[in-house]
Nanobody, 121 residues
């Protein structure tokens, strides 16, 4: 499976962005598909994930109520709608596929290349 992430950019605090992650040469299948983020000096952090087969979403407490994860099986694409963005959301965001546990990045097999999100005025 190859993953292509897009949608990052520079946005002011309070703004919105939508990240996309499209799978090719395979699908998200029946596992977890998720978003993680990384900032220098920190470990990769869980943001949100979805059970691809059941459509059940999971969120980190820090983004609950602001971010929405979703998937479109017909387009083989994972989304992350990010609203009310804060400076602390600044990071490189990675999409992952075929995770066996939604919140543990070590269980994900495939990764996108990462997309930078910068929240700053």
């Amino acid at each position: 499976v190859q993953l292509q992430a897009s949608g990052g950019g520079l946005v002011q605090p309070g703004g919105s962005l939508r990240l996309s992650c499209t799978a090719s040469r395979g699908t998200f299948s029946n596992y977890f598909a998720g978003w993680f983020r990384h900032t220098p000096g920190k470990e990769r952090e869980f943001v949100a994930a979805i059970n691809w087969r059941l459509g059940i979403p999971y969120y980190a407490d820090s983004v609950k109520g602001r971010f929405t994860v979703s998937g479109d099986a017909a387009k083989n694409t994972l989304y992350l709608q990010m609203n009310s963005l804060k400076p602390e959301d600044t990071a490189v965001y990675y999409c992952g596929a075929t995770g066996s546990y939604y919140g543990d990045y070590t269980t994900y097999t495939y990764w996108g290349q990462g997309t930078q999100v910068t929240v700053s005025s």
